[in-house]
Nanobody, 113 residues
């Protein structure tokens, strides 16, 4: 069964940090192109980051310098480190294996004081 499972979402105050995880099964999160997306309340889902198998990354300008994507090949897991969070970062965060078009179920991030 091809599956991605996100975790790590939580409530955090502005300026805080979170690390989201995306664990893969039935696919290779290490060999595939992995992407992260988010969906704010009442808004469309938007792309925020891509991680290529060789380690290259690209970020949307809204998160560049604050978010970092990485992977642990041994755990077949991709991570999204979120730093300097603002209320505008609130939303459901999704990972995707672009090679297999597999999406995770999403994890909620809420940034508020």
């Amino acid at each position: 069964q091809v599956q991605l499972v996100e975790s790590g979402g939580d409530w955090v105050q502005p300026g805080g940090s979170l690390r989201l995880s995306c664990a893969g099964s039935g696919l290779s999160a290490s060999d595939d192109i992995m992407t992260w997306h988010r969906q704010a309340p009442e808004k469309a889902r938007e792309w925020i980051a891509t991680l290529w198998p060789g380690g290259a990354t690209i970020y949307d300008p809204s998160v560049k310098g604050r978010f970092t994507v990485s992977r642990d090949e041994a755990k077949n897991t991709v991570y999204l480190q979120l730093d300097k969070l603002t209320p505008e970062d609130t939303g459901v965060y999704y990972c995707q294996d672009r090679d297999t078009s597999t999406w995770g179920q999403g994890t909620q991030v809420t940034v508020s004081s």
